[in-house]
């Protein structure tokens, strides 16, 4: 089974910051539109940010001019650059493609904002 592989996660304070990564095989990742994905217990996956092959980038309201999505194209990578952490942006975090495909959901990586 395809999927993608999260990874970076984990607890920190407001007002911090954390680099989430993705990796996954070429055949996702190729020049196909990329987005990162947060889910909340109880709520629906949401949009965080997306990322075209040729490297333009689209946010949520609620994260931007915080958080920074970038991809490496050679090495299949896509990274959430996310700083001034809010206790809200506690979630489990997914890279997928955008639109999202079911098959390529992964395990997610938990990153928790609190003090």
């Known amino acids: 089974q395809v999927q993608l592989v999260e990874s970076g996660g984990g607890l920190v304070q407001p007002g911090g910051s954390l680099r989430l990564s993705c990796a996954g095989s070429?055949?996702?990742?190729?020049?196909?539109?990329m987005g990162w994905y947060r889910q909340t217990p109880g709520k629906q996956r949401e949009l965080v940010a997306r990322?075209?092959?040729?490297?333009?980038?689209i946010y949520a309201d609620s994260v931007k001019g915080r958080f920074t999505i970038s991809r490496d194209n050679a090495k299949n990578m896509v990274y959430l650059q996310m700083n001034s952490l809010k206790p809200e942006d506690t979630a489990v975090y997914y890279c997928?493609?955008?639109?999202?495909?079911?098959?390529?959901w992964g395990q997610g990586t938990q990153v928790t904002v609190s003090s």
């Open positions: 997928n493609r955008y639109p999202s495909l079911e098959e390529f």
């Open positions: 070429a055949s996702i990742f190729s020049s196909y539109r």
């Open positions: 990322i075209s092959g040729g490297g333009l980038s």
